[in-house]
């Protein structure tokens, strides 16, 4: 299996997941991000296939982060009235090491290549995977919040969320 062969099905298997975890919350703020992970995933599955049948590569770079951020300060001036249920927390922890692991490996194929557009376009995918990542160790922390707060109440000088 080739590098790009590789890559566009760690893609799909990342978008899957996240349409997985659209389907399983019940939060329906919380269902919109993961939906728009998924289309990110698919996204760069699309990039990945250009760049193996040497297309131009059309897309990239994303604006998911501004988007997230607005729905993640929604659910956060909604608690805790809409606590968003922990039970998952597992699974989005495991999402966060999914995009960590696609970082690295984009940014290990960048440093391998010498070709430059696709050392170009490897940087900027792990970029985005770096979001991805980035946005998920911050639902970990909403989610986790209450967990660990009355694990460790004593320790918390009542942060805003």
């Not at 998924?38 to 990945?48: L, N, T, Y």
């Not at 809409?82 to 290990?108: H, L």
């Not at 900027?124 to 995977?129: G, H, T």
Request: net charge negative; hydrophobic share 35%; proline share 2%.
């Amino acid at each position: 299996m080739n590098v790009y062969e590789f890559a566009l099905e760690f893609e799909q298997e990342h978008s899957s997941y996240y349409l997985d975890c659209a389907e399983k919350t019940n939060n329906s703020k919380l269902k919109k991000v993961f939906n728009d992970l998924a289309e990110e995933e698919q996204k760069h599955a699309k990039v990945v296939k250009d760049l193996a049948e040497k297309n131009k590569v059309s897309y990239v770079k994303s604006d998911i982060l501004p988007r997230v951020k607005q729905v993640l300060e929604e659910i956060a001036s909604g608690l805790p009235t809409s606590v968003i249920p922990t039970e998952q927390v597992d699974i989005y922890k495991q999402a966060r090491k999914m995009e960590e692991k696609s970082r690295e490996f984009y940014q290990s194929k960048a440093e391998e290549t010498d070709l430059e557009f696709v050392k170009k376009v490897f940087k900027e995918l792990a970029e985005e995977e770096r979001k991805h990542e980035n946005i998920m160790v911050n639902i970990v922390e909403m989610v986790n919040r209450p967990n660990t707060w009355l694990e460790d109440a004593e320790w918390y000088h009542h942060e805003q969320y």
